[in-house]
């Protein structure tokens, strides 16, 4: 890599992370004001992406342990954004989907975090904002078979509630 796409590749990393703290990642709240911690609004983003995912699979998304992964969903489960659905097959296994609440929750989180971001991408016009989307699909698949990010995939980021 050279000297100057090195460079380039730390600043657009230094954008990102300023964007990202700024709007999504500074916003703990609803637009109720409810307080939704990082952590529990990442796994409510997963769960809702991949309905029926397994706490396994959320821990491995999340390089974090399963302990942790449980922990997290626990939180989640007792104030009813989420529920635990087990197998008729096989009791051991769990299915996590987002409760009627939970998906209440999740466009609200998910309006809340548009309505920070989205001024500050007023700034592009249609094309250069469809540009920018483009680039960062391309980027985002790329990451996907770079990444253990499963339910981040391309196909998913994209669903619409």
Do not use: C, F, W, Y
């Given at each position: 890599?050279?000297?100057?796409?090195?460079?380039?590749?730390?600043e657009v990393m230094e954008d990102v992370r300023y964007i990202w703290r700024r709007t999504l990642i500074s916003s703990q709240s609803d637009m109720s004001g409810a307080v939704i911690p990082r952590s529990q609004a990442i796994v409510m983003h997963?769960?809702?992406?991949n309905p029926g995912i397994s706490v396994k699979d959320v821990a491995t998304t999340l390089d974090i342990t399963p302990s942790a992964a449980t922990?997290?969903?626990?939180?989640?489960?007792?104030?009813?954004?989420?529920?635990r659905q087990t197998s008729d097959?096989?009791?051991?296994?769990?299915?996590l989907r987002l409760s009627k609440e939970g998906k209440i929750r999740?466009?609200?989180y998910k309006a809340f975090q548009l309505a920070r971001l989205q001024?500050?991408?007023?700034?592009?016009?249609?094309?250069?904002?469809?540009?920018?989307?483009?680039?960062?699909?391309k980027i985002h698949e790329s990451s996907t078979t770079h990444l253990s990010l499963r339910a981040f995939t391309p196909k998913t980021r994209v669903k619409q509630d």
């Open positions: 890599m050279s000297i100057n796409r090195k460079k380039l590749v730390e997963i769960v809702n992406a922990q997290l969903i626990d939180a989640l489960v007792k104030d009813g954004t989420v529920s097959q096989d009791r051991r296994v769990v299915a999740h466009r609200k001024p500050i991408l007023d700034v592009l016009t249609d094309d250069e904002l469809t540009e920018l989307n483009r680039l960062q699909s």
